[in-house]
Each structure stands twice: as structure tokens, then as C-alpha cells.
């Protein structure tokens, strides 16, 4: 391996393939395969515009000044579709770049988007103008590149197509004297201001890095201020596609490439806010991040103040209506968590009267701040207040009014002992009763073990599990602990035994005389004994000299069958024919032939 004396130092923001094609014609080679081999140590790698591979090898070849991270970064356009890959995903991607990368696109679902991918040169004349003037020769930018984006973000003009050859080898440069008489053509159309801000919001993607966690937390939050989640965490979509296409008619769309079929419940407008892992273009990204805000900047930041806003304005409200400061913000304790399954925020609210409650954020109105979720504790006021109603002589529905709870809340609360043990449960009669019948039954059957006792007691035994589990395990008959003894066998006695059955079987296979081959397996099967034939030969010897003797060769199968087809003609009165016989036997003339002499034949002449 040689290092390169040559090699053009990338430009700003130039793509991959611009930087390759300026060497291939620096160099002088008149080979594109020689490029090739003197760039990455091989002449099968093709060059590719968007796809970038190899990079490994070729920074091996150019030097250590260069390394692949430095490549991908500044000068492919992978970076465009980082933030919206989890991290294993971005590590794969940045693996398949360094080596292999056929699949890249593949793999990020974008061969089969709804957004169309087309293998062409595009270059802005104005910025081609400028790269002229400042180097000395114009480069083709990865910004003009990407996906949907029709104008440029530094000039707001169109970008164009680059005349390329067809060879699927050949670097193609971007030539000053072919462009020179070009002009950039600004937009005229009545979304140009739209398209500007789309083309900058690709470009801040392609030179930032943004983390994913941050638009999947901005996400959640617009989508929960914009009041488009139900109690059920679905999106409404209804509210959702009307917003989207007020913002977005369905000529601009098709203009930047993007199919949007609302009828589907399997749209990406639908899923691609809820499941922002999965592979979704990027451009529809940034088509539902500018819905929201009008940077990506602003959205990722007006997201995270949201999420630090979360239950952050104490005091709150207290919400046990027993309380004399029902209502009244006094509650200063908050603390906050996310849930599990949802990852929302759920706020924890905890009064000085003892009353817990939760909710999930955020709150979307000034009614939310009187929501309750779950009640974790209702508190020694509560509890307090339930005593002297039931002590008056209430009934449960109307403590349950006064109180603003369930009928089976002030059931439970008033029938719990203080150890927390329901007092409905504990009946002294019936644990007393149940003990009894238990200590009759092990005397009239002294010898029971206690699953026989269980199963004769069931429901007491039950009853004392939950209730006197201690008293039932001192007093039920000990366990036994069984010690098993090892039996051993008489390998030669099972030898003569298995040896009865398996000549038993083959003489009642013969007998039926079905057109099977006895083979030693078949034999093992049908006994019943497979197991201990396969894994005891040493030890069943006879067994296995009489499976070696009676196995049914492959021709004397091939005899069998023609004789018994030879005795169905017989019986049938069918005449003999040496095709009808190997046709129904199911035999080659190559095998009938050789079998042919040793057939019994009932007529006794020759079957040629």
C-alpha cells in the first residue's frame, strides 16, 4: 500500500463525489478504474453522489490528515438524516460509510419513501459564480443535494440540473466554462418564501448536530399544547391533517415530492410525530417541525422549556374536599417523574393535610391544575373526617356524597383495622371453626400427607392460608422427604423381552404384507422402545444382531413388491406386463432388470 503524493483538499461543504472527480482529473489518469484502485485499493467500487463507502480504505490511502468521521460530517450528506435516527442506528450507518454502504439508503427506508430519490449532479449558478471567484474552480455542495429541496439557501434560487454521463465509472467535475453563461433563476411563485425557509432548515440539519431526544421530547410537547392527543394517547387526526394542509396545499406538495394519501391510517403524517424512530425522510420532518415553530431552533428550544415548565408554577391547588383548604393553592411539594409506558411527565401533589394525588402532564388549561389522575393517599383529615361521619350513624352512600368519593372507598376504609387487614375478613368463629376441621380430619386420617389433606379441606385450608398461614404450617403433618432408591436392571432379561417384541412386530409386518421396507428403525419405532434400543446397544446385544439379520435390503424391497403386484395380476386376471409391473411397483428398468431373474413368477415363463 502507497500513500497518495496527491489529494484535493475538500472545499466547504463539497460532496464526496466533487472532491473525487477534482482528483481524477488532477491526477491525469485517463482510467476512471485507475482512480479507483489508487483512491480505495480497488476497481469495483462505483462512484456514488449520494452514497458514501469505503472511506476507511480511501483515507488509508490519502493520508493521516484525513479520517472517515471528518468526511462524513463535512462532506456527505448523512448528517442530513442523523437527528432523526436512534444512536445504534446512527453507529450502523457511520459502519456501513467507513466500509460498505450498497445498503445505506436501503436500510434507512428511503428506497421505498414517498419522497423520490433521483442519482443527479445539481449545482446553483450563483454559488458555482462565487466558488469561482474565491478558489479558482466551482465544486458541486452536498446542501444541492438533498432530498425535495428545490431552491438554494443562500440565494434563494433554483437549483439545476448537471449535465452527467451515463457510464456508472466515470467521476464527472464540474466544469466553469460549461456553467458560465448560466444564471440563477429566482423564484417566483407564490411559496418561494416557504421554500427559502424548508432549503435553511436542511441546511441548519446538514452543519449542526441536533439530538434525537430533543425533537422527540419537542414533539410530545407541541403535539400536547396544540391539544392534538386524546385521553387514549392517539393523535387526532382529523385536527391534525386540516392544520397540515392549511399550511401545505396539495400543489406545494407535489411540487417538493411529497405523497401525502390521508385516507391511509397507516400515513406518514399520522405516525411519523408519535414514532419519530422510525425511518421517515427528513424533509417531512421538517415540514411538520416548521407547523409548530419557524425553526428547528425554536422548536427544539420552546420544547424544552415546556418540559421544564411541567408543574413548575407552586403552588398548587389541594384537592381533598374535606380539607379547609380545599382548592386553595397551598401545595408547594411537588415532585416529578415520567411514566413508564408514555415517557409524559406525571406530577406528584402532597398536602400538609396528608392528601397525595398524581396526574400526568402538561397541563394544556388553567382547568387541568384541578384534575386528579390517581389519589396515591387520602390523608389523616380524610380519614379523620370518615370516623366521625360513620360514628354519627351515616350510611355509606351518603358518606360517600359528603366525602366526594366512591361507595366501595368508604366501605374499604371503614371496615380496615389499623394494621391495615380489612375487618370484613377476619371472622373468630369461622378461623376457630376452620382450625377445628382441620384437627379432626388429621385424626381421622393419621397417615394423610398434607396434599391429601388439602384436598379433602379445600375451602378451609384456603381460608387459613391467607388468614393463620403460621398456625396451618406448626400443625399439618411434617413433610415427608422420600428417599429414592436406585433400581437397577437386569440388562439381560430386557434383552430376551425386547427381542420377543421385535420378532413379533416383523412377523406381523410380513403377514400384512404392506409395501413398506422393514428396516431396523422401523422396528425400534413401532416397539415402543426406541430410546432404550438407540442409547443401550452395548447392553442389548441380541436385540441388535437381530436387527443387523432381519433388515430388509433396498433389493429385496424392490422383489417384494413385484411379487405381491405379480400375485394382484394373478388374482385379478390381469395380463402380465413387464411396463405395467415397473410402472405400478414404481421401478426404473435399470433396477427391474436387475431383479428380473429373481422374481417368482406364478406362470413359470420368462417376463422379457
Known amino acids: 500500500m502507497f500513500l497518495l503524493k496527491l489529494f484535493c483538499n475538500p472545499y466547504p461543504n463539497e460532496l464526496i463525489y466533487s472532491v473525487l472527480a477534482r482528483y481524477h482529473f488532477y491526477s491525469g489518469n485517463i482510467s476512471f478504474r485507475d482512480t479507483n484502485i489508487e483512491l480505495f485499493g480497488e476497481n469495483y467500487t462505483l462512484p456514488s453522489i449520494d452514497c458514501v463507502s469505503s472511506l476507511e480504505s480511501l483515507c488509508k490511502n490519502i493520508g493521516a490528515d484525513y479520517s472517515a468521521e471528518q468526511f462524513i460530517y463535512n462532506n456527505s450528506i448523512l448528517p442530513f438524516y442523523f437527528p432523526f435516527v436512534e444512536n445504534h442506528k446512527k453507529r450502523l450507518l457511520m459502519s456501513m460509510a467507513r466500509f460498505d454502504g450498497r445498503n445505506m439508503f436501503v436500510y434507512l427506508g428511503l428506497a421505498a419513501g414517498s419522497v423520490s430519490k433521483q442519482n443527479l449532479l445539481k449545482f446553483c449558478p450563483d454559488c458555482a459564480r462565487e466558488d469561482y471567484q474565491k478558489f479558482g474552480e466551482s465544486y458541486f455542495h452536498r446542501e444541492h443535494h438533498l432530498d425535495g429541496i428545490i431552491l438554494c439557501p443562500h440565494h434563494g434560487t433554483f437549483i439545476e440540473e448537471y449535465q452527467k454521463s451515463d457510464s456508472r465509472v466515470e467521476y464527472t467535475r464540474l466544469r466553469n466554462d460549461r456553467i458560465e453563461n448560466s444564471k440563477g433563476t429566482a423564484c417566483e411563485s407564490n411559496y418561494s418564501i416557504l421554500l427559502r425557509r424548508i432549503s435553511r432548515q436542511a441546511l441548519y440539519l446538514l ?144 398536602c400538609e393535610c396528608g392528601f397525595i394525588y398524581a396526574r400526568k402532564g402538561p397541563d394544556i388549561n388553567s382547568t387541568d391544575r384541578f384534575r386528579i389522575g390517581r389519589i396515591i393517599c387520602f390523608g389523616h383529615v380524610w380519614q379523620k373526617k370518615l370516623k366521625e361521619l360513620n360514628e354519627i350513624g351515616y350510611c355509606y352512600s351518603r358518606i ?112 400384512k404384507n404392506e409395501n413398506k421396507r422393514i428396516s431396523a428403525s422401523m422396528l425400534m419405532r413401532k416397539s415402543g422402545h426406541e430410546a432404550t434400543l438407540t442409547h443401550h446397544k452395548d447392553k442389548l446385544i441380541k436385540c441388535y444382531k437381530f436387527l443387523k439379520n432381519c433388515s430388509e435390503t433396498v433389493e429385496n424391497f424392490q422383489i417384494r413388491r413385484c411379487e405381491n403386484w405379480i400375485e394382484y395380476y394373478d388374482e385379478k386376471g390381469i395380463d402380465f406386463k413387464p411396463w405395467r409391473l415397473m410402472r405400478d411397483a414404481g421401478l426404473r428398468k435399470e433396477a427391474y432388470y436387475k431383479i428380473e431373474d429373481k422374481i417368482k413368477s406364478p406362470w413359470g415363463i420368462s417376463r422379457k
Open 207 to 350: 452543519e449542526n448536530k441536533v439530538d434525537f431526544k430533543d425533537l422527540k421530547n419537542s414533539y410530545e410537547y407541541f403535539y400536547n399544547t396544540k391539544n392534538l392527543i386524546t385521553i387514549g394517547c392517539s393523535i387526532r387526526q382529523r385536527e391534525l391533517a386540516k392544520m397540515f394542509l392549511k399550511s401545505y396545499p396539495t400543489e406545494f406538495l407535489e411540487n417538493i415530492g411529497i405523497k401525502l394519501d390521508l385516507s391511509k391510517d397507516y400515513c406518514w403524517l399520522y405516525k411519523i410525530g408519535r414514532d419519530p424512530a422510525s425511518c421517515y425522510n427528513p424533509l417531512k420532518h421538517i415540514l411538520l417541525i416548521l407547523l409548530f415553530a419557524n425553526s428547528i431552533q425554536e422548536f427544539i428550544r420552546e420544547g424544552r422549556k415546556g418540559i421544564e415548565k411541567v408543574f413548575k408554577e407552586v403552588p398548587y391547588p389541594c384537592l381533598n374536599p374535606v380539607c379547609d383548604n380545599y382548592k386553595r393553592n397551598v401545595i408547594r411539594n411537588v415532585s416529578v417523574k415520567s411514566d413508564s409506558k408514555s415517557k409524559k411527565p406525571i406530577g406528584i401533589f402532597e
Open 400 to 511: 360517600a356524597k359528603e366525602m366526594k368519593c366512591d361507595f366501595k372507598t368508604v366501605k374499604k376504609y371503614i371496615e380496615r383495622r389499623e394494621d391495615g387487614i380489612s375487618v370484613a375478613l377476619i371472622k373468630p368463629h369461622k378461623t376457630d371453626k376452620y382450625k377445628n376441621a382441620i384437627k379432626e380430619c388429621m385424626l381421622r386420617y393419621p397417615k394423610y400427607n398434607r396434599t391429601k389433606i388439602r384436598n379433602l379441606m379445600a375451602k378451609e385450608y384456603a381460608y387459613l392460608y391467607r388468614n393463620e398461614r403460621e398456625w396451618l404450617y406448626a400443625n399439618l403433618p411434617k413433610k415427608k422427604i422420600e428417599v429414592k432408591q436406585r433400581k437397577f436392571i437386569d440388562w439381560l432379561k430386557r434383552d430376551e423381552e425386547l427381542l420377543i417384541i421385535l420378532k413379533r412386530i416383523k412377523k406381523d409386518l410380513l403377514i
